[in-house]
C-alpha cells in the first residue's frame, strides 16, 4: 500500500495547450485551506509562496478560475460586515499576481463558520472576483467557443453534516433541503463534466479521516451521475479513485502537512497518491501552521477540461508538479433524456384537464349522432365550424 509520506512524480512541466486549443478548453486553479492566520500580518509565509506559485502556473495555463474550497479565513472566519479586514490582508493582498485576477468561486469551511459566513457571501456584492452568492450555489462554465462545458456545484458541507469540527465524523443525517438541491443540480446537468467542490472530503487517510455522511449520501450521486469531487479540510494531498469516481482532496493552501493515521479507511486499492507528515503526528510551527513535508510547504491544484479528458495536477508552492491523473467526459445522454422526459411529463400534467375536456366532449358528440339525439345541435356545431375562419400558425 502508499505510505504515509510524501511521493512526488517526476515531472518536469505543467500540461500546456497550443493556442488553437486555449477556445475549446476550460482551466481552473483549486485551492482549499489557505485562510491565513487571524494575528497580523494575517497571512503566512507558506500561503503568500503558494500564492506567487499559483500566479506562474495560472499565467502559463491561462487560467479562467480559481475554487477556493473553503477555511477562507482562519481560525474564525470573519466577522459581521463584509468590510472586514480580513477580505483585504488574507485575501486581496496576497493573491496579487495579474493571472489571480479571475474569479474566484468560493464555498466555506468549518472555520469560516466559527465567524459569519454571511459576510462572505456579502462580499460577493463588493468584488469584482469573489464568486460567492450562496452558502451552496451552482455554475455552468464554457470554453470560449462554447463546444465544452462543466457544471461546478459548490456544498456547504458543515450545514450538509451539521457537523462543525476537526475532529471525527460520524454518520449523521444530511441536510435534506440541500441534498434535494444536490441531486437536482446532478440530474438535471447535461454538461460534458461535472465537479462537486466541497470542504469536507468523501474520504482521506489523514487525520481527519472520512466523512461518514458525504459517504453515505454523496457518493452514491456522484456513481449515478458520472461527477467528481474535490475537497480540502484535511492539510494533505490525496487522491481516490472508487468506482471510477474521482476524490481529489487538495487542502495545502497555506500549510503541509498532516499525517496519515487513517490508513485503513480507503477502500482497497482506490489511494492513488498521497503526500503528508511521514510522522505520528503533524508538526506545527509558532503560528500553527504545518512546517512541511520533503520542502512542500503549500500547494495547489490545476485543472485543464478538453473533449479527451480533464487533466488534474497537484502541484507545490512553487508551480513544480507533484502528480498528474485524468478523468473523462461523461455521457449526457441519459441526462438529456431524463430532462426531456421530466419535460414531456410536465407537459401533460399541464395539458390534462384541455384533453380530457376534448375527449369528453368528442364522446358526447358521437352519442348524440349515433342516438340520433341533439340533431340540431349538431347541425348548429357542423354550420359554425364550417364558417369559422382557420387560424395560422
Not at 512524480?9 to 486555449?22: C, F, N, P, R, V
Not at 499525517?259 to 507528515?277: I, Q, T, V
Not at 512541511?292 to 480533464?310: A, D, E, R
Request: aromatic share 10%; glycine share 8%.
Amino acid at each position: 500500500r502508499i505510505l504515509a509520506t510524501a511521493m512526488v512524480l517526476a515531472a518536469t512541466e505543467a500540461a500546456k495547450l497550443t493556442s488553437d486549443e486555449l477556445s475549446s478548453s476550460i482551466r481552473l486553479i483549486q485551492l482549499g485551506d489557505w485562510g491565513g492566520t487571524e494575528n497580523p500580518p494575517y497571512s503566512t509565509p507558506s500561503q503568500r509562496d503558494t500564492a506567487a506559485g499559483m500566479g506562474i502556473v495560472a499565467e502559463e495555463m491561462s487560467a479562467q478560475y480559481v475554487l477556493a474550497l473553503g477555511d477562507n479565513f482562519y481560525h474564525s472566519g470573519v466577522g459581521d460586515t463584509c468590510t472586514d479586514p480580513r477580505f483585504e490582508e488574507t485575501w486581496n493582498s496576497v493573491y496579487t499576481a495579474p493571472s489571480m485576477m479571475i474569479p474566484w468561486l468560493v464555498n466555506a469551511g468549518n472555520h469560516d463558520h466559527n465567524g459569519n459566513v454571511t459576510s462572505q457571501i456579502a462580499y460577493t456584492q463588493i468584488s469584482d472576483r469573489w464568486i460567492f452568492p450562496a452558502l451552496y450555489h451552482k455554475r455552468t462554465l464554457y470554453s470560449d467557443d462554447g463546444s465544452l462545458s462543466v457544471d461546478i456545484i459548490l456544498m456547504d458541507t458543515t450545514t450538509y453534516t451539521g457537523i462543525n469540527s476537526g475532529g471525527n465524523y460520524p454518520a449523521s443525517p444530511a441536510d435534506p433541503t440541500q441534498q434535494q438541491w444536490i441531486e437536482d443540480s446532478l440530474k438535471y446537468s447535461i454538461a460534458d463534466y461535472i465537479i462537486v467542490g466541497s470542504h469536507y472530503p468523501v474520504y482521506s487517510v489523514c487525520e481527519h479521516g472520512n466523512v461518514l455522511t458525504m459517504v453515505n449520501n454523496i457518493k452514491p450521486l456522484l456513481e449515478k451521475y458520472n461527477a467528481h469531487l474535490m475537497s480540502g479540510h484535511d492539510h494533505c494531498v490525496e487522491h481516490f479513485v472508487v468506482n471510477d469516481i474521482n476524490y481529489w482532496l487538495n487542502g495545502i493552501g497555506h500549510g503541509c502537512c498532516y499525517s496519515a493515521p487513517e490508513m485503513d479507511g480507503a477502500p482497497a486499492g482506490s489511494l492513488k497518491y498521497l503526500l503528508a507528515n511521514p510522522n505520528v503526528t503533524s508538526q506545527i510551527d509558532d503560528d500553527g501552521v504545518e512546517i512541511g513535508v520533503n520542502g512542500t510547504v503549500g500547494g495547489f491544484s490545476s485543472v485543464i477540461l478538453t473533449k479527451q479528458n480533464m487533466t488534474v495536477q497537484f502541484h507545490d508552492q512553487h508551480g513544480t508538479i507533484l502528480y498528474t491523473s485524468y478523468a473523462y467526459p461523461r455521457d449526457t445522454s441519459r441526462s438529456k433524456s431524463d430532462a426531456l422526459s421530466d419535460g414531456y411529463i410536465a407537459l401533460i400534467v399541464l395539458c390534462s384537464p384541455v384533453l380530457v375536456f376534448v375527449v369528453l366532449m368528442g364522446v358526447y358528440y358521437v352519442i348524440l349522432h349515433r342516438t340520433g339525439k341533439g340533431t340540431k345541435l349538431a347541425q348548429f356545431v357542423d354550420n359554425n365550424a364550417a364558417r369559422a375562419p382557420l387560424m395560422e400558425n
